[in-house]
């Protein structure tokens, strides 16, 4: 996701730094460009029930890694999400119905993985329902599945399998002394009214009938089925709609529709966000005021709760708060947990939304911001909530109070979106005073304010310790777990894993993948794996015992870094290895292509015998090994650091046991230098090898003089005898090669963040002026973390999004086929939408084609295509870190032809303008 730079917001707050007066008194004059909105805020004047603000845990596995966190701060990030009146206090808490299948970020596990085997106390969703209602005994729980066993239906969801397989996690449920309030179907999966009839009856009979079905979906059709079909009208009992603001939206408008709201059920925005902890906010809080104020929603499920989740998968930084350091106990409060707050401090489920002037557009203009007040059930509190994002002008609102509301003083709490300094948001400001029921407040831009009769609003005091790296040597033997428990810090991607007792003659506990056939998926299928470690971790060696129970290949994953969706895009090195001894060295990229590095062949493993296998890295040397005897070793540069993982290939029930990761001794590695900002390398001009010469940018092309080994000394060679040289200490110094000697002025740190940073002087390798051109010079500059002192060092696959249509350059239907054009289409994580930047600045689809300017031409409107790779001019893309993806044939952008924004819009090569159908982002 883009995410804008923090700007520091400033509060000017004296008596009430908002400038409140009381309008009895003399008030200044408001600025020209002010604008005055005169609110009634009239108890008598009701509307729709509110049913709550809150968030999701599942869709899936984003909450694995926070059951793992120290007790102190795990104890300390369930307050801030749950605890009333101290941080997010989260009214509605939905629950993921695992299904052995990755539903975004992990595969949530099966209470149920086969048939009549019911285990109630899998996973992490009981627990964290226990721990959200111990803190807060009158919040909300929903359930909906994503995904379910391959036993259910015979893979078919909609049947009375499934709707027996929910009651029975209802059952579940209640024995942990959990009261589910309300149940989905299938997540965005659409729906089957008989089905939901069938559940309702269900239900009833099962000692549910206080559980409401929730009609859930990607949009509000399911209410035009509701007024035609009146038994299914009778079964759903609220109206769910996911994203009803727009997906990834700046959610300025959030209609429902004219058949949902005369359902006269609850409607709810029964998913929104997907967005950054901190840069979501604002979308963040307009969903909830102006869902209410366009859709008269009244329910509101952020997606989801928590980023407890490895950083290298997707969506690491969506959520409430972000906690994906387990080991460190480190974790981050976002701004969008204080726009929660703003809501869930100030009112209750059951509380009335107020109508007229009391909710509603400030000036009666929706660019103003936003307001929505509501009516506590004793007759007499209310709160609102004022928005004020994406104005630049303070607003005046001047508030009369009615209808047997309190009129005395009322409390002001404000959060500051722009700001990025914690001390600005959930603040409490001077407290007001009406005189005759009136009061007026002035607004400053960009903030949520909640203005309240009600007290004992609070924010937590808890901080967060620093994040740090898990320390290797890393081993887990799993002895240590009771059976069907999960493994410390392994978090499953796709499949279930649990201790099981060791067969195959050995004692103790095992991790054994337990799922025996394909689930019902919720995104794409893939091998049954599972991850675990620091993604930081670079030269090591991975070692795991393995008893195959079915025929098949297990896998042994290394240096696992960037996942993209389905989880099959797993960028990773893999061991394979098959029963019958066949084995391989495999690298897969982060857009799903598996290629073979080195193979062979060794005697059969044969069924229940342990073998232990290993896959060790230093530097660009990668070897395995199985039962001690070596297998392969093969030279690759793809891949710098990562995670560690197994699993099988397919769906095996395989043991894993006596998990070890042990530190190896730094090792070369060569690759290129490749700019974030340019999409130009690090060359040495001329392949000149005389000292003294000064490095350049210039297009990658592989070549020799292009070529960086970091050494295990912390310098980086080119042509084996030549080192960079930083030249001294002082801001601007040329960056050049010398012959190598130790010292500083040579020594280099390539740090996982793209900063390659000079031991001798503590500066970065930065680009002169922020140059984008061949030639630009390089010289060593004091670290600032931007995008001209970043460097990759490989091959680096992704999508393709426009920024002016939110789609991504796709290949129509996956064709291969030479000329094929490429075009605009939703994104979907297609490996037809999987683009791969090159060493040699390439941009390949398929692992095997493409993009070029068709024929290598250089003329304006140059329709692009995809061919076999040949390395010509025509072929060669600069990705640049401003979105612009260059052709270094003709110097011109890739182009959206027309500013179209259509599926099946088609690209061409123009001159570049920095327009947004020429801006590219890779995420």
């Known amino acids: 996701m883009l995410q804008p730079g923090p700007r520091r917001g400033f509060l000017v707050l004296a008596v009430l730094s908002l400038a409140v007066a009381v309008v009895s008194g003399v008030r200044s004059a408001p600025t020209a460009d002010a604008v005055t909105t005169t609110v009634a805020v009239n108890g008598a004047s009701t509307g729709r029930t509110f049913d709550g603000v809150g968030a999701i845990s599942g869709g899936g596995g984003n909450s694995r890694l926070l059951i793992d966190y120290p007790p102190e701060q795990r104890a300390q990030i369930l307050d801030y999400l749950f605890k009333p009146n101290h941080g997010a206090a989260v009214q509605l808490l939905k629950l993921e119905i695992g299904g052995d299948a990755n539903s975004t970020d992990g595969a949530e596990p099966s209470h149920q993985h086969v048939r009549g085997e019911i285990n109630c106390a899998v996973g992490y969703e009981f627990w964290l329902g226990k721990e959200a209602v111990a803190r807060n005994p009158g919040i909300k729980l929903v359930a909906l599945p994503w995904a379910a066993p391959g036993w259910i239906g015979n893979g078919n969801f909609w049947t009375q399998d499934m709707i027996d397989y929910d009651i029975s996690w209802l059952d579940c449920a209640k024995g942990h002394g959990l009261t589910i309030s309300y149940l989905g179907g299938w997540n965005e999966r659409g729906r089957d009214k008989t089905w939901y009839k069938n559940l309702r009856s269900a239900l009833n009979a099962r000692g549910y009938a206080s559980v409401q079905i929730v009609g859930d979906d990607t949009g509000w059709d399911t209410a035009d089925d509701m007024l035609s079909d009146g038994a299914f009208n009778n079964a759903v009992g609220v109206v769910g709609s996911h994203y009803p603001c727009g997906y990834l939206s700046d959610a300025t408008s959030c209609a429902s529709s004219a058949n949902a709201v005369a359902t006269g059920k609850p409607l709810w925005a029964s998913e929104f966000g997907s967005q950054d902890y901190n840069s979501g906010s604002v979308p963040y809080i307009r969903s909830i005021t102006r869902g209410y104020l366009d859709g008269q929603m009244t329910g509101f499920l952020n997606w989801p709760l928590v980023a407890a989740l490895y950083p290298n998968l997707p969506y690491a930084t969506v959520a409430l708060a972000v906690a994906g350091s387990p080991w460190s106990g480190s974790y981050q409060l976002g701004k969008n947990l204080w726009a929660n707050a703003q809501v869930a401090q100030f009112t209750q489920p059951g509380w009335k939304f107020l109508t007229g002037s009391a909710s509603g557009y400030l000036g009666g203009n929706r660019a103003n911001g936003s307001y929505i007040s509501l009516k506590s059930t004793n007759g007499t509190d209310y709160s609102t909530v004022y928005e004020t994002t994406g104005t630049t002008a303070a607003q005046t609102v001047t508030v009369s109070v009615a209808g047997g509301l309190k009129t005395g003083t009322v409390h002001v709490w404000s959060t500051d979106l722009g700001s990025s300094n914690t001390a600005d948001h959930f603040v409490k400001q001077a407290d007001v005073t009406p005189s005759g029921g009136t009061y007026s407040l002035t607004l400053q831009p960009n903030r949520v304010y909640t203005v309240t009769t009600t007290t004992g609003q609070g924010k937590g005091s808890a901080t967060s310790p620093a994040t740090r790296a898990l320390p290797l040597p890393y081993s887990d033997t799993f002895d240590s777990y009771a059976t069907r428990d999960m493994a410390k810090y392994f978090s499953t991607m796709q499949g279930a894993y649990e201790a099981r007792p060791c067969a195959a003659g050995r004692g103790g506990q095992c991790l054994q993948q337990v799922a025996p056939v394909k689930p019902i998926n919720w995104q794409d299928d893939s091998d049954a794996y599972g991850l675990v470690g620091d993604p930081t971790w670079s030269d090591y060696t991975v070692s795991v015992d393995v008893a195959m129970q079915r025929a098949g290949t297990v896998t042994l994953l290394g240096r696992a870094n960037t996942q993209n969706r389905p989880q099959s895009k797993q960028a990773a090195y893999q061991l394979r290895i098959g029963d019958t001894g066949a084995w391989s060295i495999a690298r897969n990229s982060s857009g799903g292509v598996l290629t073979t590095l080195t193979s062979g062949t060794r005697p059969a493993l044969g069924l229940n015998t342990w073998h232990t296998a290993t896959l060790g890295f230093s530097g660009n040397r990668i070897t395995a090994t199985l039962d001690g005897a070596p297998l392969g070793a093969v030279t690759d540069t793809s891949f710098t650091a990562g995670q560690v993982g197994f699993g099988v290939v397919g769906y095996q029930t395989n ?130 973390g931007g995008a001209n002192q970043k460097w990759a060092r490989a091959d680096a696959s992704s999508i393709l999004r426009g920024q002016e249509s939110g789609k991504c350059a796709d290949v129509p239907a996956a064709n291969q086929t030479n000329g094929t054009r490429p075009a605009l289409w939703d994104c979907n994580n297609g490996v037809n939408q999987a683009w791969t930047s090159t060493t040699t600045n390439q941009l390949k689809v398929f692992d095997t084609k493409c993009l070029e300017a068709a024929g290598g031409a250089v003329a304006d409107g140059t329709p692009v295509q995809i061919t076999d790779c040949t390395g010509s001019a025509g072929q060669q893309w600069r990705v640049r870190s401003d979105g612009a993806v260059v052709n270094v044939g003709s110097g011109k952008c890739l182009d959206v032809t027309g500013h179209g924004t259509a599926n099946g819009t088609e690209f061409v090569i123009w001159p570049c303008t920095g327009g947004t159908n020429q801006k590219w982002a890779r995420a």
Not at 724 to 745: F, Y
């Open 655 to 784: 043991q894993f046991d006596n998990l070890t990761v042990t530190p190896n001794a730094a090792g070369d590695f060569a690759g290129i230098l490749k700019g974030e900002e340019s999409g130009l390398c690090v060359d040495v001009p001329g392949q000149s090898q005389t000292n003294g010469t000064a490095v350049a940018l210039w297009d990658c092309n592989g070549g020799a003089n292009q070529v960086w080994t970091a050494t295990p000394a912390k310098q980086l060679t080119v042509y084996g005898t030549k080192c960079l040289d930083a030249g001294g200490s002082t801001d601007g110094t040329p960056v050049r090669i010398e012959d190598c000697l130790t010292g500083g002025r040579q020594q280099w740190s390539v740090n996982a963040d793209g900063a390659v940073v000079n031991t001798g002087s503590g500066k970065c390798l930065d680009v002169t002026g922020h140059g984008t051109t061949t030639g630009s010079a390089l010289v060593i500059w004091g670290c600032n």
